[in-house]
């Protein structure tokens, strides 16, 4: 990775100064913030819709482009306004009942747990959380007791939390939830464009992220994966657009 020449492509860095927070929202590379300027200057002239047909070819390359990031194919990818927004449409899909069951980790993303609650005073869901290991990893025995006793309707596990250095082992929940054939979510919000992600090794059903963190792109965006199993299901949001 050079260094030198990534810091050349951004702008905000040219006084030499170190930005630390990655994590919360990066800085953008010259090439984002020139497509974006160039792509509302188009609208200012020709208007929305017509500026989107003409563009039409390079849009749809999101698509392809976020297939190849984790491993999956453009058809399992839907674009969202932010990770937030493309969790809510994935839990928002699933037909949930009174008494069923989500179970998550005490390091979930907060965003994510307002929604669980959320979700137990409108339906009576219960939220039940795994222990964690001396080292603060998910506790995968822990997990699959809990699996056993409640027969969960959901398992959601945040792969790096906001506000630590954990990196929570997904691959081993996915062999899991696998084996006993239960929906899997993963807020890869803080991994995906910082370390490879790759939702086959996963195993998730749904995995949603954001744009303006690591992979340096513009607020405002962000994508849902769907595997091909939910599909074939017709899961769909609530509320379609």
Same mark, same amino acid.
């Given at each position: 990775m050079?260094v030198?020449?990534?810091r050349?492509d951004?702008?905000?860095?040219s =006084?030499?100064?170190?930005?630390?927070?990655?994590?919360g929202?990066?800085?953008?590379?010259?090439?984002?913030?020139?497509? /974006?300027i160039?792509?509302?200057?188009?609208?200012?002239?020709?208007?929305?819709y017509?500026?989107?047909?003409?563009?039409?070819?390079l849009?749809?390359?999101? &698509?392809?482009?976020?297939?190849?990031?984790?491993?999956?194919?453009?058809?399992?990818?839907?674009?969202?306004?932010?990770?937030?927004?493309?969790?809510?449409?994935?839990l928002s899909?699933?037909?949930?009942?009174?008494?069923?069951?989500?179970?998550?980790?005490?390091?979930? &993303?907060?965003?994510?747990?307002?929604?669980?609650?959320?979700?137990?005073?409108?339906?009576?869901?219960?939220?039940i959380?795994?222990r964690?290991?001396?080292?603060?990893?998910?506790?995968?025995e822990?997990?699959?007791n809990l699996?056993?006793?409640?027969?969960?309707?959901?398992?959601a596990?945040t792969?790096?939390?906001?506000?630590?250095?954990?990196?929570?082992?997904?691959e081993?929940?996915?062999k899991i939830?696998k084996?006993? =054939?239960?929906l899997?979510?993963v =807020?890869?919000?803080?991994s995906?464009?910082? /370390?490879?992600?790759?939702?086959?090794k996963?195993?998730?059903d749904?995995?949603?992220?954001?744009?303006?963190?690591?992979l340096?792109?513009?607020?405002?965006?962000?994508?849902?994966?769907?595997?091909?199993?939910?599909?074939?299901?017709? &899961?769909?949001?609530?509320l379609? =657009?």
């Amino acid at each position: 990775m050079n260094v030198a020449k990534i810091r050349e492509d951004i702008r905000g860095l040219s =006084d030499g100064k170190i930005f630390m927070n990655n994590a919360g929202s990066s800085l953008m590379p010259s090439i984002v913030v020139d497509s /974006m300027i160039d792509y509302l200057k188009q609208e200012e002239q020709f208007g929305g819709y017509e500026v989107a047909n003409r563009n039409a070819e390079l849009l749809e390359e999101f &698509y392809d482009e976020t297939a190849k990031l984790i491993n999956c194919k453009p058809s399992n990818i839907a674009f969202a306004t932010s990770a937030t927004e493309a969790f809510a449409k994935a839990l928002s899909s699933i037909v949930f009942k009174e008494n069923d069951v989500i179970i998550t980790t005490v390091d979930d &993303y907060i965003s994510n747990q307002i929604t669980f609650i959320s979700l137990q005073k409108k339906l009576n869901i219960k939220i039940i959380r795994t222990r964690n290991l001396s080292d603060n990893e998910i506790d995968l025995e822990d997990l699959e007791n809990l699996i056993r006793k409640y027969s969960p309707k959901l398992v959601a596990v945040t792969h790096i939390p906001t506000n630590s250095g954990l990196i929570q082992n997904v691959e081993g929940v996915g062999k899991i939830c696998k084996r006993y =054939d239960i929906l899997y979510l993963v =807020d890869a919000c803080q991994s995906v464009g910082q /370390m490879i992600v790759d939702v086959n090794k996963i195993g998730c059903d749904f995995l949603t992220a954001t744009g303006r963190k690591f992979l340096r792109g513009p607020r405002g965006t962000g994508f849902l994966y769907i595997s091909d199993k939910i599909l074939e299901q017709d &899961y769909a949001p609530l509320l379609l =657009d």
